[in-house]
């Protein structure tokens, strides 16, 4: 079965500098998505990134990226000057391309970021 | 935009009721589904539905059901609410097929304490 780790609960960041959330997952599979989402507090929960398991190329979106280390079975995202509206729980997920299990994401536990004005 | 919407943000309920949480999304999709959020656990997946009237249980199914008439809407029921159900419900739709689509749309939430 397939598991995802987030091994930091919790991470501070100054405002306008970097930080990187780190993810880490198990799986035997060679085809699959990993995604990280992120919880403002009190709001929706909303899709920041998403990278194909089948694309080397590391997914970006603005002031996010990705580091996707097949191999090593990485997964780490990185927040560029970051900004106070950045501050949120931030999961990373897996899920499967393959067969009836693709309904489904396997969740990390999370990791809270604290941006520090 | 998808729009996904949970009849109740915050509910209190005693040990012992039944307790139904409403989901409804606007955008016609196929997959629906009702997680669990606590601390330090993420998100665990209760029940999910590919199509009207079809459910799979998902990894902590016990002590809950679930309903899907419409195929815009996905109830939770808690038969007898118990104190161990207290925690955040979490509702989300997607829809099959399209790499873009597997992203999951989540409603607000709904904070259940039961006393």
């Known amino acids: 079965a397939q598991t995802v780790t987030q091994s930091q609960p919790e991470m501070s960041v100054q405002e306008a500098e970097t930080v990187t959330l780190s993810c880490t997952y198990d799986t035997s599979e060679s085809d699959y998505y990993l995604f990280w989402y992120k919880q403002p507090p009190s709001r929706q929960m909303i899709l920041v990134i998403r990278q194909e398991a089948y694309k080397q190329q590391n997914a970006t979106e603005n002031r996010f990226s990705v580091n996707f280390q097949k191999a090593a079975k990485s997964f780490s995202l990185k927040i560029s000057d970051s900004q106070l509206g950045d501050a949120a729980m931030y999961f990373c997920?897996?899920?499967?391309?393959?067969?009836?299990?693709?309904?489904?994401?396997?969740w990390g536990a999370g990791t809270k970021l604290i941006i520090k004005p | 935009d998808v729009k996904v919407t949970q009849s109740s943000r915050y509910l209190v309920k005693r040990t012992g009721e039944k307790v139904f949480l409403e989901c409804v999304q606007d955008?016609?999709?196929?997959?629906m589904f009702w997680y669990r959020q606590d601390p330090g656990l993420g998100l665990r997946l209760i029940y999910f539905?590919?199509?009207?009237?079809?459910?799979e249980k998902g990894d902590i199914p016990e002590g809950y059901s679930v309903s899907r008439e419409k195929k815009e809407r996905f109830s939770l029921i808690l038969e007898s609410a118990s104190t161990n159900q207290t925690s955040m419900y979490l509702c989300a739709s997607s829809t099959p097929g399209l790499a873009d689509a597997y992203e999951q749309y989540f409603g607000p939430g709904t904070r259940l304490t039961v006393t």
């Open positions: 539905s590919y199509d009207v009237k079809m459910k």
């Open positions: 955008m016609d999709h196929e997959n």
């Open positions: 997920a897996y899920r499967s391309a393959w067969g009836n299990s693709n309904y489904q994401l396997i």
